[in-house]
């Protein structure tokens, strides 16, 4: 059972800019076969608040979140402690199975112990939690939508890691002066509502960020429905087998995430047909990180060579 | 006893008071503050964070020997299970029993913290929720955690930018005390029985306590005005989005600090830059800024006994009255702080910048927030600072207590299946820990190089297979550089070490060129400080240490020279002979695989054989560089 407390946070519609990075998240949502998101970038750009405000959004509550310090236990699972010294064995969920059937999010990825990269590899690549240890012995089949965001000044990810995320953001600081001048004041605005609120008073802005989270969730909720109803035409899927092969996509997720993502962002525009410009929109995202050296460890970056590359591939027959 | 010599007004104090009425800010780095200041820099923030929170403020201190179950605890929630073993394992940063109190962590050299309090600092500082996740414990929480750390300003190389990024409030210690308040000051603590030096007997001053109680209830919206001008005093080439936030934070912690002032305007901005250390931007155009807004008077204190402000002392009494407060408000037109173009900022000081990272070249190693990989040559001894514990696959280095704490979990469940009565524990092979530690290089790389007599040399190439070496070894290297030039000090040689080959002030060292003097002599003598404290010093010493001394033996400064720094008349050979001796002394040290590298001089060419017997060295030689003579 996921019981975290009430803590106020941004509300997802009150995010500025980062528009890659939402869409990123709202896919992944729509179509958990995706496979989940890495997002990459700069400090201070608002990565982790971005996943909990979605999370919050979407769930109603903080995503199941995995720390870099987190011990086995707490990981795959075991027992709980004070039954367990009262002479009774009474297991205890790790987070793995907390977050089947919804997100499960580490900050600083790069950051987490190789022993625990294992175990998530395990689960995602088998969708099986293994439990064996301390005398219990169990399989359950487990799914989740795995998010992690990082700083790659600090390290890049290992290839058979950063293959498990069907999508990946490379998040950069706001350019536009006026962009930037909306993410202060978005912050400081949430500052003031949380002053008030520790004074037992409303905020407007807290509440008028609830009120627009609650008509997204809709939105994004009937996308969800409706995502099996989007038609991906053959010369769509043909372009898609094409664009992973121009960039030289590693191993046979490419051209697959792909698809899925497009087809998640025509049924998150409305629309019941894939088309070029969905694919422009994703092909990003679930490509850039599949490219010949991004998987054995350098850094990942999407160039404008890539930008045209995609556009040629894309406006052929 | 009120703090003594605390100015409410001098930017140290004021930063302080505007982190405890700021969620946001109460992450503060303060530059080369010494320990005891802190301490009571710590103590003022606690009563600050009471006063403005309207909840008990604690402190701890995290150490450069942290480990993860020192600051997190290995209990369960409630706390009760463990306490049969007499042990207390509550961690330093678990979250509280009241949610609302606040904690002080207090950090006193950040460039030295341990790995495991980096990490927990990158996880909890200014985050909206913490989560512990832990031997069982399973919690999530709003961390009221105000951390504290102090830094060399020379030493913030050493540290992620990742990790001070997330210092929001960067502090320096007050420069600006007058010598009668200090003299006052001082009379106070020789006299006094519970001495003002003591944190625990610091309180602030009322005039504060009253600031801050009223600061606390109020809130105030940002002009936007002064949010343009946040937003150019945190640049436009190189944006950081906390810096930027920051700032704007603080300048509206001025703002209600400000009785007077119903809303954050440009004069707070100036405030908060000026708190921090940000300089105005030089050169460029003025451009159309608002009017300037009327500079306020000097607020007029009520006449109080404690603390007095002091001018200089009467010359026939040689006693000091007591004033206004010496920090009034700056009656100035305003400073133009931008251009119409973007601008960097002119921050090459480190001492003046709020940022020194910018500016100081990096001292880490990279990734150095994660855990050091384990390969590492076996060589059967425990030797590292300990990180951690983890499981067991042998009984090497085992981490006793907490294999007892492990086990304390199944006693009951084992003595209800067990057939038999046992005194003691019972333990099971799965309940055995053992310590996790850093690696320790077990072999050191020591390159003593001659600048002098490297013109025309392909000498970097002849030292590309002991780099290589040392890379695949895992070993330490220092290097000794006799006779660099652009140092202070000619007649000194200089030694900088670092853990890795790859740390980057090593690779600089092989970019330097020739200088005045030779100091071969002093040179020698750091390798062989260097070497008797790597091989015998302690349980971290060397099984091993590789010399590659590059010189022509053309030693020109005595050791006495050296070591007092200046030459008198004529050396002759004194020099080579100094440096000769010193040579001996490292042959006799034992464990030194010597190399000499010659660089076959013109002149003298016997001295380098000569030095090398003296080393007990064997004897290369350096090939000329391609198209370069003697």
Redesign the interface.
Known sequence: MH???S?T?LPYTHVVGQEQLKLALELSYIAPRVGGVLISGQ????K??AV?AFSQMMYGR?PV???????E???VG?????E????R?EP?EG?LEEADQSLLYV??I??L?DHIVNIILDVTSTGILVVQR?GRREQKPTSFTLVGTM?P???GLRPQLLDRFGLMVNVT???D?DL??E???K??AL??GL??MSRGLSSRFIESGAENDRRLREEMELARERFYEVDLPPEIARKCVALAESTQAEGHRGDYVLALAARACAARGGMYRVGVGHLEQVAQLALQHRRPGSLHGERVLWTPEDEERTREVLASA | MPDVGVSSYSPLVRGLACAALDPGLRSILVFDIAPAELQRVSRRLSLMLSLTTGHPASEVTLSSNSTDDELWGIEPADGRQLSFLGISRRGLLSPLDDDRAVQVVVVHDLARLSLAAARACLMLAGAEAAHLERHGQHRIWRPHICWLAACPSEDVGRISPHLLDRFALRLRPDSDVTRPARAEWLLAEVSDEASAADAEHIALPHELVQQLSRASKVSRTQSEAALTRVLRLTGAETYHPRRTLALARLARACARLDHDSREVTLRHVEEAARLIGLKPLHGGAAEDLPTPEPPRDAPQEAEQDWPPRFEQPDEATGRAEASAPKFTEVQRQEEIYDSGAPQEFALSPIDVTPYPEDVVPPQREAASLRFPSTRQKADGTARGPVLGVRKAHSLHDLALVSTLLEAAKYQVIRRLHSAEERPGMLLSPADLRSYRRAPVPDQMLLLVLDYTCLHDLDWQTALLPHLSWAYVERANITVVQVGAAGRAEDLRAEKISADSILAPPIWAAFERVRGRATPLAHGLELALFALRHGLQHGRGSLSRARLLVVSDGRGNVPLEGSHAGRVKGAVGREGIEDALEVARQIRSLGRVDALLLNPQPRLYPDLPPALAEALGATLETIPRAAGGEN
């Open positions: 019981d975290s407390p803590i946070i400090r201070g750009t608002g982790s608040t909990r903080l979140t995995l720390p870099i310090n987190a011990t236990d707490r990981v075991g027992w709980k402690i004070d367990l010294m009262g002479g064995a205890q987070l900050d600083e790069n950051l112990d301390e700083n000044e600090e390290g600081a706001e350019t002066g930037r001048g993410v202060l004041r912050v400081l500052d003031e002053f008030q």
